[in-house]
């Protein structure tokens, strides 16, 4: 079983950055069983959005795809000595405020409904992401 643990959230001004991680241990061994991950997030009352994914397995590693909302605003990279992959957000806005989540693998991770939550077969607990004005 895989387990993936967020971290680096907090609360930030428009305009600022945040890194936030996604750290991947368990009886799987990382990158032989997890080629795809999705950094997803959710605001109040919305849905839960898929904003980044990133291919880390072999061969295909490094190939990434963004919701037009964080185009050339947020960057997905990976790790892979760490087992961890990571969402640099910057010029934050508002509106980017949510509970950010990391989910690996399943069958909508490879396809292009990658930003529906459904499909995945791991995710964390969350890292709350609050900006202000």
């Known amino acids: 079983q895989v387990q993936l643990v967020e971290s680096g959230g907090g609360s930030v001004q428009a305009g600022g950055s945040l890194n936030v991680s996604c750290s991947a241990s368990g009886s799987s061994a990382y990158g032989a069983s997890l080629n795809c991950m999705t950094w997803f997030r959710q605001a109040p009352g919305k849905e839960r959005e898929g904003v980044a994914k990133i291919y880390i397995g072999a061969g295909i590693t490094g190939i990434t795809y963004y919701a037009d909302s964080v185009k050339g605003r947020f960057t997905v990279s990976q790790d892979n000595a760490k087992n961890t992959v990571y969402l640099q957000m910057n010029s934050l806005k508002p509106e980017d405020t949510a509970m950010y989540y990391c989910?690996?693998?399943?069958?909508?991770?490879?396809?292009?409904?990658?930003?529906?939550?459904?499909?995945?077969?791991?995710w964390g607990q969350g890292t709350q992401v609050t900006v202000s004005s």
């Open positions: 989910a690996a693998e399943g069958l909508d991770c490879y396809s292009e409904s990658w930003r529906r939550p459904v499909g995945y077969s791991y």
